[in-house]
Antibody, heavy 118, light 108 residues
Framework: EVQLVESGGGLVQPGGSLRLSCAAS????????MHWVRQAPGKGLVWVSR????????SYADSVKGRFTISRDNAKNTLYLQMNSLRAEDTAVYYC???????????WGQGTLVTVSS | DIQMTQSPSSLSASVGDRVTITCQAS??????LNWYQQKPGKAPKLLIYDASNLETGVPSRFSGSGSGTDFTFTISSLQPEDIATYYCQQYDNLPALTFGGGTKVEIK
């Protein structure tokens, strides 16, 4: 059974940093691209970042470029999102998601809530 | 960037009704479109991929159609467990994934 379990969310002050993790199991993690998608309270889904299967290629939404870094450790079956210079507008539930094939996202984690507030 | 315009933003229908949601892309995306269901407090769940293919295990009352810029998602007979928000998502313009604004479906 495919499982994606996010962790690392919490309350952080504006300008602060946080690192999210996503532990994957039930599939060959190193074979799949992965994404982070976020959802602000009461709002829709917004793509944040993507990483290819071996970690050599990454992409970011303009809203997080230069502040967030996506990475992965295929030996640990874990995806990361390092978030720096956090702003109030980054407050959201962050989901990790598996890319089955070139943008076809088939499995999502349950999400972790990040709240940026003083 | 490709924009996805989803309508309506919400709807109320009776159990057994046919429900239709539309999604329009700002440019041709071929059939690179998925539909997701999200229940309150839960992660999105893939229902339809490549515009019209039913994901394994998804009830056959759900269906999708369309290509190019105009797409339709249909629930043939609304059930109480279908109460959720539904999102379309394009994946023609990688690496970015673009979602529609969502349609909240409620029971009348």
């Amino acid at each position: 059974e495919v499982q994606l379990v996010e962790s690392g969310g919490g309350l952080v002050q504006p300008g602060g940093s946080l690192r999210l993790s996503c532990a994957a199991s039930g599939f060959t993690f190193s074979s799949y691209w992965m994404h982070w998608v976020r959802q602000a309270p009461g709002k829709g889904l917004v793509w944040v970042s993507r990483i290819n299967s071996d970690g050599s290629s990454t992409s970011y939404a303009d809203s997080v470029k230069g502040r967030f870094t996506i990475s992965r450790d295929n030996a640990k079956n874990t995806l990361y999102l390092q978030m720096n210079s956090l702003r109030a507008e980054d407050t959201a539930v962050y989901y990790c998601a598996r890319d089955f094939s070139s943008g076809l996202v088939d499995y999502w984690g349950q999400g972790t809530l990040v709240t940026v507030s003083s | 960037d490709i924009q996805m315009t989803q309508s309506p933003s919400s709807l109320s229908a009776s159990v057994g009704d046919r429900v239709t949601i539309t999604c329009q892309a700002s440019q041709d995306i071929s059939n690179y479109l998925n539909w997701y269901q999200q229940k309150p407090g839960k992660a999105p769940k893939l229902l339809i991929y490549d515009a019209s293919n039913l994901e394994t295990g998804v009830p056959s009352r759900f269906s999708g159609s369309g290509s190019g810029t105009d797409f339709t998602f249909t629930i043939s007979s609304l059930q109480p467990e279908d109460i959720a928000t539904y999102y379309c998502q394009q994946y023609d313009n990688l690496p970015a994934l673009t979602f529609g604004g969502g349609t909240k479906v409620e029971i009348k």
